[in-house]
């Protein structure tokens, strides 16, 4: 979903799963209720969600972008996630494995978005972006099986109600 043009200059990254007696509900409440109510907050631009096709992590991975990181400080949003709908509440005690992200853009390069995405979560010790923005500008590139479409990389930040 996406409501402008304007490009992101921060995402919330989320991983998640949920109790597979509940995974039915999970499919319909965050496609009709979850995300639409998320893109609709101030700087909220798009919510993408992603199914993990390997076992042993989180099933989903949903990503936001965001105009910049204050969308997670504005009234509107602090309002959905202190008040959040009888459906909503319903889910809550349901998800597992629950890690928030809230991310700084530090590159982008490339011009999709694909239907396959793949994920690294990196600490870096020296604290520098340097070396995953200089990595990221050398893709996308045809590799030996894949091709890279877009590569983002993001600093994670203290932002949002569950900072």
């Not at 996406?2 to 496609?31: C, K, M, V």
């Not at 997670?72 to 890690?99: C, G, I, K, N």
């Not at 992200?101 to 011009?111: E, F, S, T, Y």
Request: hydrophobic fraction near 40%.
């Amino acid at each position: 979903m996406s409501r402008g043009a304007a490009p992101a200059a921060a995402f919330l990254a989320l991983w998640n799963d949920i109790d597979p007696s509940r995974r039915e509900d999970y499919e319909r409440w965050h496609t009709l209720e979850h995300v639409p109510e998320r893109v609709w907050a101030p700087g909220f631009l798009s919510g993408t969600r992603y199914v993990a096709t390997r076992p042993g992590q989180p099933r989903y991975f949903t990503r936001y972008d965001l105009n910049d990181l204050s969308a997670l400080e504005t009234a509107a949003y602090q309002d959905l996630v202190d008040h959040p709908t009888p459906w909503s509440a319903s889910m809550r005690p349901a998800l597992s494995q629950f890690l928030r992200k809230p991310c700084r853009q530090v590159a982008l390069a490339g011009a999709s978005r694909a239907s396959a995405l793949l994920v690294l979560r990196v600490v870096l010790i020296d604290g520098s972006d340097d070396a995953m923005t200089q990595s990221a500008h050398r893709l996308p590139a045809e590799g030996a099986r894949h091709i890279v479409t877009s590569v983002t990389v993001g600093r994670v930040e203290s932002a949002g109600p569950q900072a």
